[in-house]
């Protein structure tokens, strides 16, 4: 029986109205013979809230009693959710990640899946119900409650669909698709109808919000297409799919911005063998998540400054962690730098493309936008900027490529 996922994001479920709204949309398709897996997140800005709450009471709440606090978040959702389908007259069913079994690594609040269990999810889906799970959690092998990360609900989802084997995992969010660059900075950004896995990847990974970046690994490695479209239309959204023929022949698809990010940088490393590694081996240890590598030699090359730029929430573990560092293995410091936000473009025309970096650094000098630091891969250019100048830097980037007109293939 074909099967659907459906995640509906925190402002999908934001207040009773939306969550019959959000009910429908999944009746409607039970109703069209599909079995129906709902995710859903925490309602409105809850997830902020309870932090904010945590921030009240201890500046350094422990991390598995956040994932205590936070996983209550989208336990609120699931059950209006299913009281919402019972209302409407139809069988519904709300599990937690504990209860279907969604096994995680122990990283309390940056949690991977290990393992999804099918055996409840198929024997209520079997049994006619709609499965309501709570996005963004888990359980570990110690039966600890774990979170995923923030905007985590849609890697729920596509992992879901991807054990489950279903037919589409369609994402309901606040905008209408997948845009050339978030909307809300760059009004003239433009819909996508389709973007590869690849592409949607980079992009979520370089701060477009829109996706989580596993979300996107999980649809990938299991080709499960998924759609993100708004909860309060039909219109068809944007779908995220393999690659396709066409999709090349743009160098730029898409520009991000992300400003929830700092820099930190070990100073006066000695330049031998070994000392990156041992310094990443430490970074990875203490499970800090790195952006970028930043790296440059002095004196004559017997010295480097290595560091990398992390999430902004990472900021003061990251620091805690180089200074213990550098303290231990007589570097020269450490310097942390708060005020930067990273420009990035996206395509993986860019393969075949040739000027692409030229037109974004020239993009951000006739804007007079200072470059910190550049990194690239085979199918994106990130520029490393003051954060007071990101959205502009956006701005500028966007235009430069045209990704305001309509594409050439555009009839
Ligand atoms: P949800 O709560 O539904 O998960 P999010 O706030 O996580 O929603 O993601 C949706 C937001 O992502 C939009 O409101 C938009 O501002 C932002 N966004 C960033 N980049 C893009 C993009 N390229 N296309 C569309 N939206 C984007
Ligand atoms: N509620 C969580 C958050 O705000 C997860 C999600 O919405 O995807 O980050
Ligand atoms: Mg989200």
């Known amino acids: 029986m074909a099967l659907i996922v459906q995640k509906f994001g925190g402002t999908s479920v934001a207040d009773p109205e939306k969550i019959h709204r959000a009910a429908r949309r999944a009746i409607?398709?039970?109703?069209?013979?599909?079995?129906?897996v709902m995710v859903v997140s925490a309602m409105g800005k809850t997830t902020d809230k309870l932090l904010a709450l945590a921030g009240e009471i201890t500046s350094n709440p422990?991390?598995?009693?956040?994932?205590m606090l936070l996983t209550t978040g989208e336990q609120v959702s699931i059950a209006l959710m299913a009281m919402a389908i019972h209302a409407a007259?139809?069988?519904?069913?709300?599990?937690?990640?504990?209860?279907v079994a969604l096994v995680t690594d122990s990283v309390h609040t940056q949690a991977?899946?290990?393992?999804?269990s099918r055996e409840r999810l198929s024997a209520e889906l079997d049994?006619?119900?709609?499965?309501?799970?709570?996005g963004f959690q888990g359980i570990d092998a110690q039966g600890e409650l774990t979170t995923l990360g923030r905007g985590a609900s849609d890697t729920t989802a596509a992992a879901l669909a991807a054990v489950l084997g279903a037919e589409v995992c369609e994402i309901y969010t606040d905008v209408d698709g997948v845009y050339s660059a978030d909307p809300r900075v760059v009004p003239q950004a433009r819909k996508m109808d389709a973007i590869s896995y690849d592409e949607m990847l980079e992009m979520?990974?370089?701060g477009a919000k829109v996706m989580h970046s596993r979300a996107i690994e999980f649809a990938k490695k299991y080709d499960v297409p998924i759609h993100v479209r708004s909860s309060l239309t039909d219109q068809?959204?944007?779908?995220?799919?393999?690659?396709?023929?066409?999709m090349e022949s743009i160098s730029v698809r898409g520009a991000t911005l992300k400003e929830d990010l700092a820099t930190i940088v070990l100073t006066r490393v000695p330049n031998t063998p070994g000392v990156a590694a041992e310094v990443f081996a430490e970074v990875a240890r203490n499970h800090l998540l790195v952006d970028d590598i930043i790296q440059n030699f002095y004196d004559d090359g017997q010295h480097a400054n290595i560091g990398f730029s992390t999430n902004a929430t990472q900021a003061q573990e990251a620091l805690e962690v180089c200074q213990r560092m550098a303290a231990q293995r007589g570097f020269g410091g450490v310097e942390l730098d708060r005020t930067v936000a990273k420009v990035s473009v996206v395509g993986i025309g860019m393969r075949s493309h040739a000027g692409v970096a030229s037109t974004m650094f020239s993009a951000l000098a006739?804007?007079?936008?200072?470059?910190h630091s550049i990194s690239t891969s085979e199918i994106v250019i990130s520029c490393i900027v003051p954060q007071q100048d990101g959205p502009r830097a956006l701005q500028v980037v966007h235009a430069a490529f045209g990704l305001d007109k309509p594409p050439p293939t555009d009839p």
């Not at 409607?28 to 129906?36: S, W």
């Not at 422990?62 to 994932?67: H, S």
């Not at 006739?366 to 470059?371: D, Q, T, V």
């Open 28 to 36: 409607r398709e039970k109703m069209n013979g599909r079995q129906v």
């Open 62 to 67: 422990p991390k598995r009693e956040l994932d």
């Open 89 to 99: 007259g139809h069988e519904a069913i709300s599990l937690t990640a504990a209860q």
């Open 112 to 116: 991977r899946n290990r393992k999804i």
């Open 127 to 134: 049994s006619g119900r709609i499965v309501i799970v709570d």
């Open 204 to 206: 979520a990974a370089a």
């Open 236 to 246: 068809e959204g944007t779908m995220i799919i393999a690659e396709a023929p066409g």
């Open 366 to 371: 006739a804007a007079r936008i200072n470059i």
